[in-house]
């Protein structure tokens, strides 16, 4: 196995690694242009939250092309970014309307720490190209791992529309759906703000007899 796939854990045995990747790895590798986040960083997602310890998956589109911001988490960014992407800044704006957190800065690695799968659907990105890599396949990763985490009882938080024709990679179960709008600034207003995802998702977690999750962290 390659040094980007190492520490992989469970994630390692989905068939995408195994048919699908090497073909995208030539491909990015065969990119001149700056590409983003860096190779040991691209599934930094998946080393953090391991199969067996999701809970919550959230799921984003590709990762911000601007060099220094992505660090392999969807919405995330590196702690001393600012100013903050807007649509973190729209997440961090309902997060305080939700329950009142106000986050210290837009890493969101401790939420990944607690079982919160920050999932990407395309895993690279051309600098100041966003969607540049969306032909690639790396949609796949994400429909697999949909279907994995399924298998048990699991938070899926699909915001917008592109996150939400993910859906029918969920398999059914006793699963928590958070369908919204997408919270970028040219969406946020039409169902994003006012959603309380975070106390929703904490509430089911208390009802399956779970801890909730730190949001601050």
Do not use: C
């Amino acid at each position: 196995m390659t040094a980007e796939l190492a520490d992989l854990g469970g994630w390692a045995d989905l068939d995408f690694f195994h048919s699908t990747y090497p073909a995208i790895a030539r491909a990015v590798t065969a990119d001149p242009r700056q590409i983003l986040p860096t190779t040991n960083q691209r599934f930094q997602a998946l080393r953090l939250t391991q199969p067996e310890t999701t809970r919550v998956v959230i799921l984003g589109q590709d990762p911000y092309p601007t060099p220094g911001h992505a660090h392999g988490l969807s919405f995330s960014v590196e702690p001393d970014v600012h100013p903050l992407p807007r649509s973190l800044q729209n997440i961090f704006n309902e997060l305080h309307a939700d329950i009142n957190v106000e986050r210290p800065n837009g890493d969101l690695r401790g939420w990944a720490r607690q079982g919160v799968l920050l999932l990407n659907t395309v895993l690279s990105v051309p600098a100041g190209e966003a969607n540049g890599h969306k032909d690639l396949g790396w949609q796949l990763l994400a429909h697999q791992i949909l279907t994995a985490t399924s298998q048990r009882p699991t938070a899926y938080i699909l915001w917008g529309k592109q996150a939400q024709g993910l859906e029918k990679y969920i398999q059914p179960g006793d699963h928590l759906i958070l369908r919204t709008a997408h919270p970028s600034p040219l969406s946020a207003r039409r169902g994003f703000f006012g959603s309380r995802p975070f106390s929703t998702v904490n509430s089911w977690l208390t009802m399956r007899g779970q801890p909730q999750i730190d949001w601050n962290a």
